[in-house]
């Protein structure tokens, strides 16, 4: 995967599906629980929980990808799970979930024929009990023979699971090596067996976890990417996806704006302005993961790779479980879709305008000085 092209999209068979994001909530976390290094004033990160409607009209089928975290986690989740959540200083708000945001738009419980877990993190597996038992449970692989997943809590005391998901409903356990398939050196499941679908096998985070790859239209993708990623810093910029000399739209302007800024004002607040080889500030993520918060780092590395090689293709939305840049890009359900992310109507398209966004993380006194000064000498 040294170039972007060796992205081999699946090819079209006439099927897509069309995709909805929600938004179930906010996480507001210590940036220093998660990345490294610490770049001053980037003290914490706001971490919204998404949760994606996926339809495929042409087979009838919706499922849901991801589903936020419950409503009553202070008091259903295992006591382990409150007191992480607690000792690490991290808030959690919740004010609709993803049942309630279906509720609102009047969309039957009883139509969603999956649910989809990208891992058994608890901000990731939301309430599954409120489902009907005609809703399965999709999970990665491994997660049923793993005491740290499967049972649920009050049956297994120290999960981020509670068992009340799995009662009475089919838990299907993902068999990547009954797939031929692989996208991106990862090995996938076409799930609605029409190129439309692709669940995609992405560990290191969890032993469990999973992406998903749905096709919006011919040659356009949405990657659903879980927690590959905690922060677009981890896989931006990169030689594939360079930082560019002139950012536009800002990052510290609307989403559409025509405004840009220099990207070199960023070199001094870059982690590699402080080495030997500052000038690869361009072409380096800002951001490492921490070794903690993946359970197995160096398979992280590998789904990490990846996840470089998707966000440098112009065909592919990458959209991190938690990624706040894209909080004003994006159009969240019911007021509308991601369909057309790629459409530009003379404008930026989602993936243009959001892909420097969160730069405004760094975006100290300092370099709002730097931005105002070189925006007046245009």
């Known amino acids: ?40 004033g980037h003290d914490t990160v706001d971490a919204p ?8 009209d042409k087979v009838g ?43 609102s738009a009047s969309v039957p419980l009883s139509s969603i024929n999956s649910i989809v877990w990208s891992h058994r993190h608890a901000d990731h597996t939301g309430d599954p009990s409120l489902f009907p038992p005609t809703t399965s449970l999709i999970v990665g692989p491994g997660f049923k023979s793993n005491s740290k997943s499967y049972p649920g809590y009050p049956d297994n005391p120290d999960v981020h ?27 996938a499941i076409d799930w609605f ?11 290191g985070h969890t032993s469990d976890h999973i992406m998903a790859l749905a096709r919006t239209s011919e040659d356009r993708f949405l990657l659903l990417a879980g927690d590959a990623a905690h922060h677009v810093g981890e896989f931006r910029p990169t030689p594939l996806l360079p930082l560019p000399e002139s950012i536009r739209p800002s990052p510290f302007e609307a989403p559409r704006s025509v405004i840009a800024c220099p990207g070199s004002i960023f070199e001094q607040i870059h982690p590699c302005s ?17 070794p903690a918060i993946n359970s197995d780092p160096a398979t992280a590395r590998v789904t990490l790779e990846a996840l470089k090689v998707f966000d440098a293709s112009p065909n592919v939305l990458v959209i991190l479980a938690h990624d706040p840049s894209l909080r004003d890009i994006l159009e969240f359900y019911p007021e509308g879709d991601l369909t057309g992310w790629e459409r530009q109507d003379g404008q930026p398209n989602s993936k243009e ?8 993380d760094f975006g100290t006194k300092d370099i709002q000085e730097l931005v105002k000064a070189q925006q007046k000498t245009e």
């Open 161 to 187: 699971t509670v068992q009340d998901a799995f009662e009475g409903r089919d838990l299907i356990e993902l068999d990547f090596d009954a797939s031929p398939l692989k996208v991106c050196g990862l090995r």
């Open 353 to 360: 305008a959001g892909t420097w966004r969160f730069l405004r």
């Open 1 to 40: 995967m040294s170039d972007e092209s060796s992205l081999q999209l699946p090819p079209f068979n006439g099927s897509t599906v069309r995709v909805s994001i929600l938004y179930a909530g906010l996480l507001v976390i210590p940036t220093a629980l998660m990345l490294q290094p610490q770049i001053p």
């Open 61 to 103: 089928k919706k499922l849901m990808y991801d589903l936020g975290m419950r409503k009553d986690w202070r008091e259903k989740l295992a006591p382990s799970i409150r007191k992480l959540f607690q000792h690490t200083d991290a808030s959690v708000d919740i004010p609709s979930d993803v049942v309630d945001i279906l509720n």
């Open 274 to 290: 402080h080495s030997h080889d500052s000038g690869s500030f361009r072409t380096t993520p800002f951001y490492e993961p921490r």
């Open 49 to 56: 929980m998404y949760s994606f409607l996926v339809e495929n």
């Open 193 to 203: 067996e029409d190129g439309s679908f692709y669940i995609i096998e992405a560990l």
